[in-house]
């Protein structure tokens, strides 16, 4: 199938209020030359989780990430086809391994649920009142 240079190949949706996320897209961004990794910020006012069959509670649990087909994969997954799709595909391909990859998604899950506390620890705490949607301050805490 012949592809345009604009058309994304995969959708990353990020936390856009989460310094260590702005980071990681940023860095993606001036990468993705060929417009193939598109980006979705979970905290945009305009964001519709309903559209990926989500909650927003949910899609700020653990990364994720939309195929053009509507396929949504979650964890390291996303990580490995965001860099696959700018090229650098080959520095995460070890996370999907068998036992590299069970191990690698452990390690995300607990980096997810710390994000902010490590972020703090890195001089990059969040500067957002609530940092993401209101009703996700106590769950962030």
Known sequence: MFRTMNEW???LLYDGECPLCQREARFLQRRN???WLAFEDIVA???DPSVY???????MGVIHGVFPDGRIVKK???FREAYRA???GWLLAPTGWPGLRWLADRGYEWFARNRMGIGKIFGRK???DACGSPDLKESRK
């Open 9 to 11: 190949r995969f959708k």
């Open 53 to 59: 069959h989500a909650t927003r509670e949910e899609l």
């Open 33 to 35: 030359r060929h417009g």
């Open 86 to 88: 700018i090229g650098l």
């Open 126 to 128: 969040c500067t957002a």
């Open 45 to 47: 006012p305009d964001f």
């Open 76 to 78: 390291v997954a996303v």
